[in-house]
């Protein structure tokens, strides 16, 4: 089976309450997204960066190997996405210390040709008609999930919800299911996305887990009680990454069906508590099937009741 | 089995964020605990009220045909405990508006000689000095479970540190514990804990559910994803109600056992659903075993991978 994700890579800076910073280490949603799917089947990446991307961090990239990152472009002349942010105490809130939009002011990146006939599609994070536009590129996809943040819901939200007719699925931040909504509660705002076309709505609550608000059910699920938790970046990314990549390699009959669904988001979710055991990619570099595997284990020995 | 639960019943006033108030409702620590838990077993009641204590409420108290309450004192020339408190507008922060001690600035109710052989004690939040002194009367019990209050953290840590030796579980809020721990992540929190004695410690979430830290395992539970949230006053009462209901109505081999817990936690968590739907006790008037059976079965059926 054949799983794309359209996205960023970019060059992060993050600084944790502990007063911990890194500079320049590899980030992006895509990155992010990709590295966590791969430990499923092969991933198509596309993204594009500046001829200022460090090599290092490519190098980085490219220590995954079944990430086909023939379709992230090189620009020459073009500068890298790069990001800050600093984490507040509590781990759930950061600031944004800056943002240089770099490659992300200009075109969307191309799809190669041989991957417009990938069968499940991830739109990462990005302005909604971008995102509809790299859809329609596609031939012909079995199940199509978006991402999107509050920036679009504040100035596009007509391209969003034009976007949200054509997605079997989207992912999002409680807050920002608020913010679409207006409502305070992660069913009843779900439920009203439902509205909109998608099959399902998974609302992200960071340490407090998601659910699952499906045409044909509700699912909740707890965030895996992480003790060792440095940096939160990239881990809604890497659920993301997880759920699709454990998604598009059972390839159930029914795509989007709720069962497959729910388990996808269980795998979402060890994947995001190893992404923020370290910095970047740094514990899904050193993660390996078996430590996977014994995580996802517990993890549902520790939600069933038995 | 025999369960008793020593705590307050009071006189509440709440207002909610969409500017519903209700004046002189029921309610108490000890109220809540046992209309939850009187689903499973009968309940034994030890608290005290002032003379000045409505006819209407102790009614409503009666509606509980199992909860015992030959051990609720009616003191003359006392008043009763009364709370007020205003919820902010995400329901998971409220303010105090007035708190009338009342009987609890005087000595605690007694337990009555026919309910000191009680096998499964609750000890509700109150003074950790006048809970230890509660406990002592006590002849034999199985499993004895304390919750607390932020207030003790604060002024009387001591006795709380003390009383945590004697007790197989603690019930308390994720703030709490961070405040007792100094430490934000509430499986690091409760670990520490465990240190002073207990054998389990329950750290609740509120609309983010609860997490169990035994010295035997972990586990993670999600609140039921409830849509009608009119009060969430009592939520945490009787979540503990539904858990020691349980408990004690199954009375397992060995009484404080992880699989068992993990279970009646989340009959705990189906209990507090039902509670938040109305103010007071309201919705637990009218609640029946079918119904209670019905949510606790779709609830397993949520969290359950399949």
Known sequence: ???????????????????????????????YFSAAAQFYLPVRLVAAVGDDFPDGLMAQLRHFPAVD??????????????WGGRYQR?????????TDLGVLAEAPPEIPE???????????NMHPALQADLLSK???PRLVVAD????????AKDDLTSLLGRVDGLVLNFDEAEQFTGKRNPVTAGRLLLEYGPRFVVVKKGEHGAILVHRDGLAALPAYPAEQ??????????????LMGYLAAADPTDPGDFATLRRAMAHGTVMASFTIETFSLDRLRTLDR???????????????LG
Request: proline share 2%.
């Open 1 to 31: 089976m054949s799983l794309i994700v359209t996205g960023t890579i970019g060059i992060d800076t993050v600084e944790t309450p502990d007063g911990e910073r890194r500079e320049a280490i590899l980030g992006g949603s895509a990155a």
């Open 69 to 82: 990152a023939s379709g992230l472009e090189i620009r020459r002349g073009s500068k890298s996405f790069r």
């Open 90 to 98: 509590d781990m759930d809130q950061r600031d944004t210390l800056f």
């Open 114 to 124: 041989n991957f417009r006939d990938s069968r499940y599609v991830f739109l990462a």
């Open 138 to 140: 596609m031939t012909g």
């Open 148 to 155: 999107t943040m509050n920036l679009w819901i504040d100035i």
């Open 229 to 242: 938790v440095v940096d939160p970046t990239g881990a809604g990314d890497t659920f993301a990454g997880g």
């Open 290 to 304: 078996e430590q996977l595997e014994a995580r996802y284990r517990e993890y549902a020995a520790m939600i069933h």
